[in-house]
Every structure is written in structure tokens, then in C-alpha cells.
């Protein structure tokens, strides 16, 4: 289903904007060469070439000619899609917050945010071309996500999850629901008899976004979700070392708790096991709580732990962009995508990696040249 | 995937506290990679082969062998033939453990939050490592092998900063590298404001305990308070020095009175002898030649915050001093530039780079604490940004990198803050430097830690790659000469 939506987004960004079998005209055209050409999905291309046009990716390979007149940016290093932040308050703070009743699925963030926020800014100094904002699962169902660049605080795409508050922290003690039970029962009556949103997220055509913590969250969750054979990720990583099986059977992605310096070792140890076992991650990262650069570093911690490096950097762009159900527009370098790239001077998993420029939509927006 | 071995290697077994305290510093100079001669005759003996052995910053010997007995690195060189029945290691990259200097792992929390510490306070009393070996054990895996830890940190005086292994085999006393490391103060820190209830970003509400700045006098006050503290070390110390004079002449003195005395003894004897008879003929009384003695001089009380005072005074151990505002930092710079001898180490800095290069010129370490905070920040000085060190050390400071001293589970993750420091403009040898060779010069360690040089205790990592490249993963930690973890795939 999701690949379905994939395509047809991919009709809808890409194909709606610019015509892409249209020949290239030179002087519209920035080619990127780099050392290594990181696609978003695991594969590296040695000494690759992209070809950009109107802010969209129009070739990607290697030894492509560029077209006469065009602009090369060389780099001594590696090219990647822009990062995707896939949970965060951006801009959004308090704005994104109403918990005066259990289910407000109605509520947009893309309406909640200030598009001036530095938090944007920040961002984009730490290669995070795109972030998700949510509204905070302290009730059953407090709306739905947005996904927004942070160059010029852009929306991509709105009403992108359907987020659900499946931890303790959707309960309150005065007010319907109490108790988990209670909870799961309400969601079970607006899925019996769905409408709007919920009607959507049966369909497919919304995923969900299902906040939980503890493991017994994770299993009573994924029991209710499977039953109703909904799909999309569960937010909250931490407890999952030992329910890896029930994760990955669920064929629930992931998105990971961010983390801060000193945080438990289990905080790795889950993530490194999700991964080892082939669920699909993504990164949180709940700024302005958090710094940007703990999106990567959190990634580096599980890297650390044993997870992949290149692994680690498709969690962060290809998987986590299918993850908010922008996988046709953003998170990899291929045609017919945005052109949100980002410059290393190394490996982009190497912390001491310094980040050399990021280009949005084919535009530099921090160092490098033109 | 990963196993803190707990077997010992035979012969190479934890000696923790001082493997190679007896070792002479001027033995570094016979450690210059390629050369060695040792017999070898027993299976004593780790061998370390690694494609490059960085045996201090800026020196590297291509396909070498490390070689360790006793806890203690024998020999390091290209030619060197791994003796039979030693055990051996191959890696790509051998390196020194990383040091933390502004640590709290394995500190006991009330010691790290006691406010009524002094001069004399001991951190070596304050060790309890037993009830965080997960955490030393993560700290060894990411490469850290040993930390300076400080008691009382929010404390105005912290008292004497302990230097210790992290195997969470030794025990608190076997862990201890150096147990008077440092004197640490306190600048203008924030104080506890009390607990306030705080609505967190999801909409739950949390109690955290707040924090409040000091005003600006009383800040410049406690500049002048540690000004004192140097100037009581001092007047201690001169008053300790002048007894000893003091002593000594008064000793001279007596001796030679005495040594005259028994010259003379025989004809004096003879003239009392002479003096008694004409006295007891003539019904008189015999009175003695009274003798003025000197006054022996008074030794001076002793005091033992003074006492530990004067070793800042004299040099013998630094002092560290957190503080973070540009006024404090050049008023503690310009006040204590009459203390020759003093060694002034700055921790925290965040403002720092106002001073620069008065900091630079009087050659006073910084320790960093490079950290990540949203901007939503509880105290403004709580760790600073990840271009700090970059930008100290351009204008010819000198840096060094720690996990700041509040949270001992951070101590893991100093090696990941250090490489985002390098991606911020601090050079990667400098980065190394700071967690190496430059911790341990700091704080008098040079001669055991901090570089694979034959003499030095044997805490070693064998690595994937470059040892701030944080794709490179840790493959053995040896901790005063004993494998503390092994990780495969």
C-alpha cells in the first residue's frame, strides 16, 4: 500500500513540477560531482555525478557528461540527501498543544508553527533539510503531522501521519479515558465505525504515528494495531531490546526516541537490535528540547553499538522520508526528487565530519559555493 | 556483541594503582619507536599488532608491535619480534586510552553535590565505583580508560581532584592513579533555586530543580575569594619555609655552642671545679653561670586546608578553576598573575574566547565541555558550544576536553562530543591531544598515561580506524595492561 503512495507521490512532486524526459538546458543545470554519492537507501555510488534542474534531481550515475554551460560543484567528499528529523515541536511549542479533550484528529500542524522559529535555522546548520512536526501524544489522538523544509519553513506535506497517544501520558485521571484499557477501547469504536482520519489511516492512505514507552505499551499497541491492520511507526525506541520479534512482525517502522550525551546504554542496545533485525528506522528528535546535531549523534551512538553506518544514514534520510510518507519527494538522491543535498568533507556517519554545504530545492543554503 | 572480559590475562594482572608508579620519566626518551632490545622468556607478555601504532600526537609508526608486561608498555617498534607464547592482538590502529579530566563517573553523588567541601577535601575518600560497573564498563567500550574526577562541584572550594582507572575490576583503592591531582574552585556559578514545576514539550509536567545566577558582586567576590585561598597557601608555605630556616639555624647554632662547650670542657671544668672551692672556703655559696639559651623557634600550627593550599601556591598540583564569564575569567587572570608558581587551569570557559589570549600567553588550559542543548536551556553555562575548542585553540590556546563533571554516564560519549568538536574547527591531532597526552601532562600524569611509549602503563585501544572517526569501532581496551573489553561484530 504505502509503495502504491509512494509512486503516486512521486507523480504528484517530481512529474507535476517539472518535466523530467524534457532535455536539460545548461545554463539552468548544477552538476554535483563528489568522492561518494550516498542515495538515501544503503547504496554508494564511487565517484558519482547528479544532475539538478529547477530544484529537482533530474540524473544521478557515474561518468554522466555534464550538459554544456552548466555549473559543476566538485567536492573532495561525499554527497547525501538532506537528513529528515522525523518528530520534533519546531517552531511549534505550545501551539501544538491542546489536551482539553482525547481526540482531536482534526488538528493540523502544519497550522501550529512560526515559520520564523530559529529552530529551522539550526537545523539546516546541522544538514537537517527536513523536519516532521507533531502534535505532542499527550491525548489519544492529537491531530496529525506536517512535514516542513527547514529552508523557509516550507510545508511538504501536511496531514502526513495520524498520530495516537498509545503511552500512559494520553491518560488523565479526571478525564475519559483513565486507563489503558479504556483507551484501546475508545480507539476500537472510532475504528469500527471509521470516518475522516481514521477512515484514511484503515484505507492505507494515512500512516499512523503511535507514541508509546514501556514494553508493555509496545505489545498491547502492536495487539491493537495489528487487529485492525493498521500501518506506520511506533514512536519510542528505548524498550524495544526485547520485543525486536514483535516489532518486526508487526512490519511496524520505528522511530527513534532521540537521545542526549549520557544516555542509558539501552537506548543504543535497542536501536542497534532493531536494526540488526531489519525494521525500518527513523530519527527523532524533539527540538527545540533537543540540539539538531542529536539527530546524528544519536545515529553515531547506535553506530557505536554495533548498527551499520550506512544503515544508520538511510534511518536518517530515505527510510525516515517513506516513514512520513514523503519517500517520492524527499531522503534520496534520485530523479525526479527535490534537490535537498547535503556536503561532507567525509563520512557523513563521522561525527568529525564537517558539513560543507547543503542545497535545498538546488539552492545553496549554507557554505560551499553558488 | 560485547564482553567485558573478566578473566586476567596470566602475569599482566590488574595492579591498578601503580603498575609503573616507580617508572623514571626520563626513561621516555628510550621509547622512540623501532628500537629495543628485550629478552623475552615467558608467556607473560600481550602483543599488540597493529597496522599503525599512534604512539603520541603527531608521531606514528606504520605496522608496529606494542608490547606489555606487568601492566607496563616494554616496547614499541616496527622490528620488534612478538616473543613466543605472548598473547596477541591485531588491529588496525593502536592508540592511549582516552582520559576524561572533568569527570563524574564513580564518584559517590553526595560527595559530588557537597557544598561543605574544602582545600583538604580528598576525592580519592569520596570513590564509589561499585554501583555503576555498567557505566564503566560502557566507558571502557567507547575508549575512555581513565578520568580526573572532582568532589564538590558546586561547591565555592572542591578540594583535591583524584585521577582514576576505570576497571570495574580494582577496587576504589586500586583504581586510583593519582590521588592528589588537583585543587579544584568555583567562579560564579549558578546556585540551586529550588524545585519548579515545568511543563515539558509532550505536555507533561515535571519538578526539576532550578537554577539561579549569582549576582555580579558576588561574583567578583568569589574571584577575590580564590585569590585568598592562593595567598593562604602561600603565607602558609613562607611560614613553613622560614620555620625550617628558622630550625635550622637554631640547630646550627646549638651545635656549635656544644661542640665549643666540650672543647673547653676539661679547663672549664677545672675553673668551676676551682670557683666551687674558693666559694665553699670563703662560706659562700656557689652560684652557677647561668647560659642564655636561643629561643628554639615555634614550629608553625598545622593546618590541613593550608597545607593543601600551599600545593597550589607552590605549584605541585593545579588548580582548577570553574568559571565561565569573560569579567571572572580576567579578573582571576589579572589577580593571580603574582602567583609565579601557580598552575591555572580554567574548566567550563563558555565565555573564554573574550580572553583568549591572555589565557594563551599565561599558557592556562581550558577544559572544555562540549555539549548539545536545545534552546531551551536550564543554566546558560551548563556545557558550551562544539565551536568553543576550535576557536581557543585558533588563537593559540590550550584545550582540553571533558564531560563536564556533573553526570558520570556523559564520560562514554566525550570521544563522540570530541569528534563534533573537530567537525567545529578543532583540529583532529588536537582533539586526540586533549584526550590524551594533553590530560595527562595537565595533571602531572605524562610520565604514566596518555602516549604508547615504552615506561608508561600499558592502557591501550586497538581500533578500526582513526581513533576520532566515529564509524572506527573500539575493538579492545587494555586497562593497566589487562583486555577490559573485547567487542566483534
Known amino acids: ?196 482520519a481514521f477512515r484514511s489511516a484503515l484505507d492505507g492512505e494515512l500512516p499512523l504515528l503511535v507514541k508509546i514507552s514501556t514494553r508493555s505499551q509496545i505489545q498491547r499497541a502492536l495487539g491493537f494495531l495489528t487487529r485492525h491492520r493498521l500501518r506506520g511507526a511506533l514512536y519510542g525506541s528505548y524498550w524495544a531490546e526485547e520485543v525486536v520479534d514483535e516489532i518486526k512482525a508487526s512490519a511496524f517502522s520505528v522511530i527513534c526516541t532521540p537521545s542526549d550525551p549520557g544516555d ?107 | 556483541m560485547k564482553t567485558v572480559v573478566s578473566g586476567l590475562i596470566a602475569g599482566a594482572v590488574a595492579l591498578g594503582a601503580g603498575p609503573a608508579a616507580g617508572a623514571d620519566p626520563s626513561q621516555e626518551a628510550a621509547a622512540s619507536p623501532g628500537e629495543a632490545e628485550v629478552a623475552f622468556d615467558d608467556a607473560t607478555v600481550l602483543a599488540i599488532r597493529a597496522g599503525r601504532v599512534l604512539v603520541r600526537p603527531g608521531v606514528s609508526v606504520e605496522g608496529a608491535v606494542v608490547l606489555v608486561r606487568d601492566g607496563v608498555i616494554e616496547a614499541v617498534g616496527s622490528e620488534l619480534e612478538v616473543p613466543e607464547g605472548a598473547r596477541v592482538i591485531e588491529g588496525a590502529v593502536c592508540c592511549a586510552g582516552f582520559i576524561d579530566p572533568w569527570s563524574a563517573l564513580g564518584l559517590d553523588a553526595s560527595v559530588l553535590g557537597d557544598q561543605s567541601t574544602d582545600a583538604a577535601t580528598r576525592t580519592a575518600d569520596g570513590l564509589d565505583p561499585y554501583g555503576v560497573d555498567h557505566l564503566l564498563a560502557e566507558a571502557l567500550a567507547a575508549g575512555v580508560t581513565s578520568v580526573r574526577l572532582q568532589g564538590g562541584q558546586a561547591a565555592a572550594v ?30 560564579g556559578l549558578s546556585v540551586d533555586g529550588g524545585m519548579q514545576l515545568v511543563q515539558l514539550p509532550d505536555g507533561s509536567y515535571s519538578m526539576i530543580s532550578g537554577a539561579r ?82 629561643k628554639k623557634p615555634k614550629k608553625p600550627k598545622f593546618d590541613a586546608e593550608k597545607e593543601a593550599l600551599s600545593l597550589i601556591a607552590d605549584g605541585v598540583v593545579p588548580l582548577v578553576v570553574e568559571v565561565h564569564r569573560t569579567a571572572e575569567i580576567r579578573n582571576l587572570l589579572a589577580m593571580t598573575a603574582r602567583f609565579n608558581r601557580l598552575r591555572l587551569v580554567i574548566a567550563g570557559g563558555s565565555e573564554a574566547l573574550h580572553a583568549a589570549e591572555q589565557l594563551a600567553e599565561r599558557k592556562v588550559p581550558v577544559i572544555v565541555w562540549p555539549s548539545l542543548r536545545g534552546t531551551e536551556r536550564f543554566d546558560e553555562f551548563d556545557g558550551a558550544g562544539l565551536e568553543l575548542a576550535g576557536e581557543l585553540a585558533g588563537r593559540g590556546g590550550s584545550v582540553l576536553l571533558g564531560s563536564g563533571g556533573r553526570d558520570g554516564s556523559v564520560t562514554r560519549d566525550l570521544p563522540l562530543l570530541a569528534a563534533l568538536t573537530v567537525s567545529h574547527g578543532f583540529g583532529r591531532e588536537a582533539a586526540f591531544e586533549a584526550l590524551t597526552l594533553g590530560a595527562a601532562t595537565t595533571f602531572d600524569l605524562a610520565h604514566r598515561l596518555g602516549s604508547v611509549e615504552a615506561g608508561k602503563d600499558a592502557d591501550l585501544l586497538v581500533l578500526d580506524g582513526d581513533p576520532l572517526d566515529t564509524t572506527a569501532r573500539v575493538r579492545h581496551v587494555i586497562c593497566g595492561g589487562r583486555e577490559v573489553v573485547h567487542q566483534e561484530d
Open chain 2, 213 to 294: 545566577a549569582v549576582d555580579p558582586f558576588d561574583r567578583l567576590s568569589q574571584v577575590e575569594r580564590v585569590v585568598s585561598k592562593i595567598e593562604e597557601g602561600r603565607s602558609y608555605l613562607e611560614a613553613q619555609v622560614e620555620y625550617r630556616h628558622e630550625l635550622e639555624a637554631w640547630e646550627l647554632g646549638i651545635a656549635e655552642k656544644l661542640k665549643e662547650s666540650e672543647k673547653d670542657f676539661k679547663k672549664a671544668k677545672k675553673a668551676r671545679d676551682k670557683k666551687v672551692a674558693e666559694a665553699e672556703e670563703e662560706g659562700e655559696e656557689y652560684k652557677e653561670k647561668k647560659y642564655k639559651e636561643d
Open chain 2, 158 to 187: 572542591g578540594g583535591l581532584g583524584a585521577v582514576v582507572r576505570l576497571d570495574p575490576q580494582l577496587s576504589a583503592t586500586e583504581a586510583l592513579v593519582n590521588d592528589e591531582a588537583d585543587i579544584a574552585m568555583a567562579v
Open chain 1, 264 to 370: 542509558d546504554g539501552r537506548w543504543a542496545r535497542s536501536i542497534a537490535a532493531l536494526s540488526a533485525a531489519g525494521v525500518r528506522l527513523g530519527f527523532g528528535l524533539d527540538a527545540p528540547g533537543r540540539h539538531p546535531h542529536c539527530l546524528r549523534f544519536g545515529a553515531a551512538v547506535a553506530v557505536r553499538e554495533g548498527m551499520d553506518p550506512g544503515a544508520a544514514l538511510t534511518a536518517l534520510t530515505g527510510d525516515a522520508a517513506a516513514i512520513a510518507g514523503v519517500g517520492g519527494r524527499l531522503g534520496r538522491v534520485e530523479r525526479g526528487l527535490d534537490a535537498d543535498l547535503v556536503l561532507w568533507s567525509g563520512e557523513p556517519m563521522d561525527l568529525a565530519s564537517e558539513i560543507s554545504a547543503v542545497y535545498v530545492d538546488g539552492k545553496r543554503v549554507r557554505g560551499g559555493e553558488r
Open chain 1, 1 to 196: 500500500m504505502l509503495e502504491t503512495l509512494t509512486v503516486i507521490a512521486t507523480l504528484a512532486a517530481g512529474g507535476d513540477r517539472v518535466d523530467l524526459d524534457a532535455p536539460l538546458v545548461g545554463e539552468r543545470t548544477t552538476v554535483f560531482r563528489a568522492d561518494e554519492v550516498h542515495l538515501g537507501d544503503g547504496r554508494v555510488l564511487d565517484g558519482g555525478v547528479v544532475f539538478v534542474q529547477d530544484g529537482v534531481i533530474r540524473e544521478v550515475g557515474v561518468g554522466l557528461e555534464p550538459p554544456t554551460g552548466a555549473h559543476v560543484v566538485e567536492h573532495d567528499g561525499a554527497l547525501t540527501p538532506g537528513l529528515v528529523a522525523l518528530h520534533g515541536f519546531e517552531g511549534g511549542g505550545e501551539e501544538l498543544l491542546d489536551s482539553t479533550r482525547p481526540f482531536l484528529p482534526g488538528a493540523d500542524a502544519a497550522t501550529a508553527f512560526n515559520p520564523d522559529h530559529p529552530d529551522f535555522t539550526r537545523s539546516l546548520d546541522c544538514g537537517i533539510t527536513a523536519v516532521v512536526l507533531s502534535p505532542p501524544a499527550s491525548i489519544l489522538c492529537p491531530g496529525t503531522t506536517a512535514v516542513v523544509k527547514t529552508a523557509g519553513a516550507v510545508v511538504v506535506s501536511r496531514r502526513a501521519q495520524l498520530v495516537l497517544g498509545l503511552s500512559t501520558s494520553a491518560l488523565k485521571a479526571d478525564e475519559f479515558p483513565t486507563s489503558y484499557a479504556g483507551a484501546l477501547a475508545a480507539l476500537d469504536e472510532r475504528f469500527s465505525e471509521p470516518k475522516g
